[in-house]
Protein backbone atom coordinates (compact mmCIF):
# COMPACT_ATOMS: atom_id res chain seq x y z
CA UNK A 1 0.00 0.00 0.00
CA UNK A 2 1.16 3.51 -0.89
CA UNK A 3 1.78 6.04 1.63
CA UNK A 4 0.37 9.02 1.13
CA UNK A 5 3.59 11.27 1.11
CA UNK A 6 4.09 9.92 -2.65
CA UNK A 7 1.02 12.25 -4.12
CA UNK A 8 -0.05 14.82 -1.20
CA UNK A 9 0.31 17.74 -3.00
CA UNK A 10 -0.83 20.04 -0.05
CA UNK A 11 -2.42 19.57 3.06
CA UNK A 12 -5.06 22.34 2.68
CA UNK A 13 -6.64 21.70 5.78
CA UNK A 14 -4.96 21.12 8.94
CA UNK A 15 -6.05 18.65 12.05
CA UNK A 16 -6.00 21.86 14.38
CA UNK A 17 -8.22 24.27 11.80
CA UNK A 18 -10.71 20.70 11.35
CA UNK A 19 -10.92 21.08 15.20
CA UNK A 20 -11.45 24.62 15.71
CA UNK A 21 -13.69 24.71 12.95
CA UNK A 22 -15.88 21.84 14.13
CA UNK A 23 -16.40 23.74 18.00
CA UNK A 24 -17.19 26.70 16.00
CA UNK A 25 -20.15 24.78 14.07
CA UNK A 26 -21.25 22.69 17.23
CA UNK A 27 -21.37 26.14 19.00
CA UNK A 28 -23.92 26.91 16.16
CA UNK A 29 -25.83 24.20 16.09
CA UNK A 30 -26.36 23.73 19.96
CA UNK A 31 -28.08 27.42 19.44
CA UNK A 32 -29.90 27.25 16.42
CA UNK A 33 -31.25 23.50 17.79
CA UNK A 34 -31.39 24.62 21.63
CA UNK A 35 -35.09 23.95 21.50
CA UNK A 36 -35.84 21.23 19.38
CA UNK A 37 -36.90 17.70 21.29
CA UNK A 38 -36.53 15.91 18.22
CA UNK A 39 -33.17 16.33 16.34
CA UNK A 40 -31.66 13.77 14.29
CA UNK A 41 -28.30 13.74 12.20
CA UNK A 42 -28.12 12.30 9.04
CA UNK A 43 -24.96 11.19 7.91
CA UNK A 44 -24.15 9.86 4.26
CA UNK A 45 -21.83 7.10 4.43
CA UNK A 46 -19.33 7.00 3.87
CA UNK A 47 -17.08 9.64 3.43
CA UNK A 48 -19.44 11.99 6.24
CA UNK A 49 -18.23 9.58 8.32
CA UNK A 50 -15.38 11.00 10.53
CA UNK A 51 -16.76 14.27 10.15
CA UNK A 52 -20.12 13.34 12.18
CA UNK A 53 -18.22 11.71 14.97
CA UNK A 54 -16.26 14.89 15.23
CA UNK A 55 -19.02 17.28 14.54
CA UNK A 56 -21.75 14.97 17.20
CA UNK A 57 -19.15 15.65 20.25
CA UNK A 58 -19.23 19.66 20.10
CA UNK A 59 -23.42 19.54 20.24
CA UNK A 60 -24.81 20.08 22.93
CA UNK A 61 -28.67 19.16 22.29
CA UNK A 62 -29.17 15.78 23.13
CA UNK A 63 -29.90 13.80 19.27
CA UNK A 64 -30.19 10.45 17.48
CA UNK A 65 -28.04 9.35 14.30
CA UNK A 66 -28.86 7.84 11.61
CA UNK A 67 -26.99 6.61 8.38
CA UNK A 68 -28.00 6.59 4.93
CA UNK A 69 -25.69 4.72 1.60
CA UNK A 70 -26.46 6.02 -1.59
CA UNK A 71 -24.55 4.84 -4.89
CA UNK A 72 -25.00 6.78 -7.69
CA UNK A 73 -24.42 5.28 -10.99
CA UNK A 74 -24.14 6.19 -14.60
CA UNK A 75 -21.12 8.25 -13.46
CA UNK A 76 -16.98 7.71 -13.11
CA UNK A 77 -15.45 7.74 -9.45
CA UNK A 78 -14.66 11.16 -9.11
CA UNK A 79 -18.11 12.49 -10.74
CA UNK A 80 -21.61 11.92 -10.13
CA UNK A 81 -24.67 11.94 -12.38
CA UNK A 82 -27.48 12.86 -9.82
CA UNK A 83 -29.16 9.52 -10.06
CA UNK A 84 -28.99 8.03 -6.89
CA UNK A 85 -29.77 4.37 -5.55
CA UNK A 86 -30.58 3.89 -1.65
CA UNK A 87 -27.96 1.24 -0.72
CA UNK A 88 -28.81 2.01 3.16
CA UNK A 89 -31.66 3.61 4.19
CA UNK A 90 -32.64 5.14 7.62
CA UNK A 91 -33.80 2.87 10.16
CA UNK A 92 -36.73 5.68 11.93
CA UNK A 93 -39.27 7.34 10.80
CA UNK A 94 -38.25 11.03 10.33
CA UNK A 95 -41.86 12.72 10.26
CA UNK A 96 -42.04 15.55 12.99
CA UNK A 97 -37.78 15.63 13.45
CA UNK A 98 -35.51 18.23 12.66
CA UNK A 99 -33.33 16.67 10.77
CA UNK A 100 -29.62 17.99 9.98
CA UNK A 101 -28.16 16.15 6.69
CA UNK A 102 -23.67 15.60 7.59
CA UNK A 103 -22.12 15.57 4.48
CA UNK A 104 -18.66 15.72 3.65
CA UNK A 105 -18.92 17.62 0.47
CA UNK A 106 -20.83 19.17 -1.99
CA UNK A 107 -19.38 19.58 -5.56
CA UNK A 108 -22.14 19.36 -8.30
CA UNK A 109 -24.77 18.85 -5.78
CA UNK A 110 -26.28 16.23 -7.69
CA UNK A 111 -25.85 14.08 -4.80
CA UNK A 112 -27.33 16.15 -2.48
CA UNK A 113 -30.39 17.65 -4.21
CA UNK A 114 -31.32 14.05 -4.54
CA UNK A 115 -30.89 12.53 -0.72
CA UNK A 116 -32.99 16.28 -0.01
CA UNK A 117 -36.03 15.24 -2.36
CA UNK A 118 -36.21 12.03 -0.74
CA UNK A 119 -35.62 13.22 2.90
CA UNK A 120 -38.42 15.90 2.25
CA UNK A 121 -40.86 13.58 0.99
CA UNK A 122 -41.07 11.94 4.48
CA UNK A 123 -41.70 15.34 6.44
CA UNK A 124 -39.52 16.27 8.54
CA UNK A 125 -40.28 18.88 10.88
CA UNK A 126 -36.94 20.61 9.35
CA UNK A 127 -33.89 19.61 7.35
CA UNK A 128 -30.89 21.38 6.67
CA UNK A 129 -27.46 20.58 5.56
CA UNK A 130 -24.04 20.77 7.25
CA UNK A 131 -21.49 19.82 4.96
CA UNK A 132 -17.71 20.04 6.13
CA UNK A 133 -16.27 21.51 2.47
CA UNK A 134 -18.31 23.23 0.04
CA UNK A 135 -16.56 23.19 -3.57
CA UNK A 136 -18.72 26.10 -4.66
CA UNK A 137 -17.64 26.80 -8.63
CA UNK A 138 -18.68 23.45 -9.21
CA UNK A 139 -22.03 23.43 -8.54
CA UNK A 140 -24.55 22.55 -10.96
CA UNK A 141 -27.44 22.07 -8.95
CA UNK A 142 -28.87 24.66 -6.44
CA UNK A 143 -28.87 22.88 -3.07
CA UNK A 144 -29.57 25.12 -0.23
CA UNK A 145 -26.77 24.72 2.22
CA UNK A 146 -26.82 26.53 5.45
CA UNK A 147 -23.66 25.15 7.73
CA UNK A 148 -20.52 25.01 5.90
CA UNK A 149 -16.61 24.13 7.40
CA UNK A 150 -14.76 25.54 4.44
CA UNK A 151 -15.05 26.63 0.93
CA UNK A 152 -12.36 25.44 -1.03
CA UNK A 153 -11.30 25.51 -4.38
CA UNK A 154 -11.56 22.71 -7.52
CA UNK A 155 -9.24 20.49 -6.51
CA UNK A 156 -9.50 17.03 -5.43
CA UNK A 157 -9.01 16.22 -2.05
CA UNK A 158 -8.69 13.60 0.23
CA UNK A 159 -8.55 12.70 4.14
CA UNK A 160 -10.59 12.96 6.70
CA UNK A 161 -13.65 10.68 5.44
CA UNK A 162 -13.32 11.49 1.61
CA UNK A 163 -11.45 8.79 -0.32
CA UNK A 164 -8.86 8.02 -2.86
CA UNK A 165 -9.96 4.87 -4.65
CA UNK A 166 -11.47 3.78 -1.25
CA UNK A 167 -8.38 4.75 0.59
CA UNK A 168 -6.92 7.07 3.17
CA UNK A 169 -10.07 8.10 4.76
CA UNK A 170 -8.31 7.78 7.82
CA UNK A 171 -5.97 10.70 7.51
CA UNK A 172 -6.74 13.75 10.06
CA UNK A 173 -6.39 16.28 7.89
CA UNK A 174 -7.49 17.63 4.35
CA UNK A 175 -5.01 17.15 1.31
CA UNK A 176 -4.47 18.01 -2.35
CA UNK A 177 -3.74 14.82 -4.38
CA UNK A 178 -1.14 15.44 -6.53
CA UNK A 179 -3.16 13.77 -9.66
CA UNK A 180 0.37 13.05 -11.63
CA UNK A 181 1.98 11.50 -8.76
CA UNK A 182 -0.71 9.33 -8.19
CA UNK A 183 -1.77 7.73 -11.51
CA UNK A 184 2.15 7.53 -12.21
CA UNK A 185 3.19 5.92 -9.12
P1 LIG B 1 -21.85 15.77 -6.04
O1 LIG B 1 -23.06 14.93 -6.23
O2 LIG B 1 -21.20 16.10 -7.37
O3 LIG B 1 -22.07 16.99 -5.21
O4 LIG B 1 -20.76 14.84 -5.36
C1 LIG B 1 -20.60 14.72 -4.02
C2 LIG B 1 -19.82 13.46 -3.69
O5 LIG B 1 -18.71 13.29 -4.58
C3 LIG B 1 -19.20 13.59 -2.31
O6 LIG B 1 -20.08 13.13 -1.31
C4 LIG B 1 -17.95 12.76 -2.44
O7 LIG B 1 -18.25 11.40 -2.17
C5 LIG B 1 -17.55 12.89 -3.88
N1 LIG B 1 -16.50 13.92 -4.06
C6 LIG B 1 -16.62 15.12 -4.70
N2 LIG B 1 -15.47 15.79 -4.68
C7 LIG B 1 -14.58 15.01 -4.01
C8 LIG B 1 -13.18 15.18 -3.65
O8 LIG B 1 -12.50 16.19 -3.94
N3 LIG B 1 -12.63 14.16 -2.95
C9 LIG B 1 -13.31 13.03 -2.60
N4 LIG B 1 -14.61 12.83 -2.91
C10 LIG B 1 -15.24 13.81 -3.62
MG1 LIG C 1 -20.01 11.41 -0.17
Same mark, same amino acid.
Given at each position: =????????????I?? *? $???? /??V??? *??????? $???? /?? &?L &??I?????V????L? /?Q?????A? *? !? =????????G???T????????????????????? &????????R??A????? @??????R?L?????????????????????? !???????????? @?? @?D??? /???? !???????? +?Y +???
Open positions: =MRNYREFLAEVLSE *E $QLHK /RIELG *EQLSSDY $QSSD /RL &V &VCLRGGVFLTDM /RISVPHI *E !F =MAVESYGSARESGHIRISHDLNTDIRGCDVIL &VEDIVDSGTLSVLEL @LSTRKPSQVCTLLDKATRREVEVPVKYVG !FTIPNKFVFGYG @LD @LDLY /RNLP !FVGVVDEI +K +KTG
